[in-house]
């Protein structure tokens, strides 16, 4: 591979934070040994001296413990660290979670108590507004398959072929699954067995076909794979759907989903009767594809030479396909692709603090005429190579 990473230097075991020491993570290493590297660390590139009083950010300013005020600093390091980035661009950061220049969502509140606000790092922040994807070593970490969480991959209308590429441990008859509904049929392009082992020996769920609201079942009956994948330990979960690409936001091919509009007028939330083991039933769906996973699968289709293109996501109850004035609707909405699943799944995985990746096949140009059930089928067979290269792509680098 040769996707390029930014990763903060004591990640990888330089000793260059303020103790002198590291902060050394396996998962970050790990990543390290699968991409193109770019070492940063902004406070060493500051000049500031190794060892040294501990920082921390205090109203807009960063401190040392003795009460020196070192943000210009920091500044500096920082603005260097984005020079040596600009000449060697970079789509995605691994930073030192809760550094006063590393920090993502959460940083030291000056206190030099351990205590945590919320607020980015002075590099993170200069980085994000860059458009760098930029995450800390846990997220990595949260992110890493193994045997206890495996990857879960949900696959849509025609894509269930990736199934085939399992080393299987165990197989499950959906009907075997609760909340599943035992009558249920799978369409075309849908089997109803799921697979638990591993491709290219990362520990993986495969689930090759789903069921739909369209059919008549109940957006908690919808979701119940999910359930059980996060039953099974899985942390990230693949939602691999057909759609129609919406013309003038999206063209036919691969895509990579980064939001969503849920116009079923359906949530498994408010069907669901394990609501009341969740923490909260009002879940934060900002994020909802996680920007990691996103950054990973477009790097990936990039070093590959895989056609992707990415765009919002709109799920509608179907059965029947777009009206050209839905269509219009559609485009006006920001709305790239348009399918009859995944926004109720997406929503059950963000209640159960799943992350998420969308993968689509635009089969069609939505509301172009002599769409069929059997032109996505066939659609799907004439992209299933570089769909499986993708996700294998995207499975190596987790």
Known sequence: M??????????LGA?????????????????ARKVDVLRVCPETASGLPVPR???EQREGRVFLSDGRDVTGDFERGAQRCLEALRRSPVSLAVLKAKSPSCGVGLVYDGTYSGKLVPGDG????????????????????????????PVAIVLGSGLGHLGSLVRPVRRIDYRDIDGFPLSARPVAGHR???????????????????????QGYSAAEVTALVRHAHHLGCRDIVFACATGAVPGRAHTGLGILTDQVNLTGRNPLAEWDGLRDVESPFVDMNDAYSPYLRTIARGVADDLGIAVEEGV????????????????????????????????????????GMNVLGLTLAANESGA????????????????????RLVRGVLRLL
């Open 2 to 11: 040769t996707v390029r990473v930014a990763i903060s230097a004591c990640l």
């Open 15 to 31: 000793p260059v934070r303020y103790d002198g020491g590291s902060k050394p993570a396996d998962e970050v290493r790990e990543l």
């Open 53 to 55: 009083p501990p920082a």
């Open 122 to 149: 002075v590099f993170a922040e200069k980085l994000e507004k860059e458009g760098v994807c930029v995450v800390t070593e846990d997220t990595v970490r949260a992110c890493k398959p193994s045997v206890e969480h």
């Open 192 to 214: 109803f067995e799921a697979t638990i082992g591993t491709i290219d020996d990362v520990p993986v769920v495969v689930y090759p076909g789903r069921i739909h609201l369209y």
């Open 313 to 352: 996501y709109a799920g509608v109850l179907g059965p029947c396909f777009e009206t050209p004035a839905e269509v219009a609707a559609l485009r006006t909405l920001g709305v790239s692709y348009v399918g009859m699943s995944t926004v109720c799944e997406v929503v059950m995985a963000r209640a159960l």
């Open 369 to 388: 005429p002599a769409v069929s059930h059997e032109t996505v089928l066939a659609a799907a067979g004439e992209h299933a190579d570089d769909f499986e």
